[in-house]
């Protein structure tokens, strides 16, 4: 088999990066020991996120390469949407057996990480390989007005809470995918691209700053994801179940529940904005062909941190038995 530093040149290659212009601001790319960037320009700062994913934690190995290595890099501009950032630069550390370097899989893999880089004008600029279990790490680097950026602990009293796109679908893709449950062929392929091939909502994030007060993607679950909103902001939050994404006709209501406030893997934009934002978003909302569902609001009375879900009747709904969301540790 071809060496360590042959599969490197081949992926860059792959990749275009050998040949290509030099990205805005890049000023040394891959192949010395670091990468060198220029300071970010007109008093904005750099934004910099890392996510790893891990066979048999996040995918599994039977898992088409292609698409995992679209959600290996859609996963971290995710949490640069949801800061309003911009995206600019990743690197790409990886972890492969012998014959993964050898085969045509990871190939397919790099085909779809630089699909999704292109798809949202990123540029590689680093990283490094090394033999072992498939593991793949992605630092990701944007760009945003430090005064602009959107913190999870920005939200206020009597904010609305809003989520986008189509969340609790990844997560039954996922029941789909294990054999937990059976779907229609429609929603099954719905469900599955929620799942392998998540939009990561930056065009969303860029437009929520001067909007949203506060913002995050949901990663882990609904729940779990804005409890960290209401925790960092001091505030208690209330959802109205009548306001969720509706049930999918076939689905059995107790699984849609669970996929929707405790599955994760969504990649979807939980925010929270004032109510003179309305007008606005729904304009947002229609003008990026996006739902932006309004699920409940923020409030300074109550527990800080704590989470109520009201029925249509506006009468308390448990949340003991339902999954709180992923914790690798727990």
């Keep these: ?97 012998a014959d993964d370097a050898s085969s045509g899989w990871v190939d397919q893999f790099f085909r779809g990480f630089s699909t999704c880089a292109q798809q949202f004008g990123v540029d590689l600029i680093g990283g490094d390989t090394t033999r072992g279990p498939r593991t793949f790490c992605v630092t990701a680097i944007g760009s945003v007005q430090p005064g602009q950026a959107l913190r999870r602990s920005g939200a206020q009293d009597q904010d609305d809470i809003w989520i986008s796109g189509n969340p609790g679908l990844a997560a039954l893709g996922l029941a789909y995918k294990l054999g937990t449950t059976t779907l229609a062929p429609t929603l099954a392929a719905l469900a599955s691209k929620a799942l392998h091939r998540p939009l990561p909502r930056v065009a969303l994030g860029l437009a929520l700053t001067g909007l949203a007060h506060s913002c995050l993607d949901v990663s882990d679950g609904l729940l779990q994801d804005l409890g960290h909103i209401t925790t960092a902001s001091g505030l208690a939050a209330t959802l109205h179940q009548a306001a969720l ?86």
């Design 245 to 330: 994404p509706a049930t999918p006709t076939g689905v059995n209501d107790a699984l849609w529940q669970h996929c929707l406030l405790g599955g994760g893997d969504d990649y979807e934009l939980l925010f929270t904005a004032p109510a003179a934002a309305r007008e606005a978003l729904t304009a947002l909302s229609s003008q990026l062909d996006l739902p932006l569902h309004r699920i409940g609001q923020m409030h300074a009375d109550g527990t800080a941190g704590r989470i109520n879900l009201l029925d249509a009747q506006q009468q308390p709904i448990d949340l003991a038995s339902i999954r709180q969301g992923y914790d690798h540790f727990a």
């Design 1 to 97: 088999m071809a060496g360590e530093f042959a599969l490197i040149e081949r992926l860059l290659n792959q990749a275009g990066v050998a040949s290509a212009m030099p990205a805005p601001g890049l000023l040394l790319g891959p192949g010395d020991d670091c990468a060198l960037i220029a300071p970010p320009e007109n008093g904005t700062a750099w934004a910099i996120t890392t996510d790893m994913l891990v066979e048999g934690t996040h995918f599994l190995a039977t898992d088409d390469p292609e698409n995992l290595g679209w959600k290996t890099l859609a996963v971290n501009l995710s949490d640069l949407a949801a800061m309003g950032a911009k995206p600019r630069y990743v690197t790409l550390a990886v972890a492969l057996s």
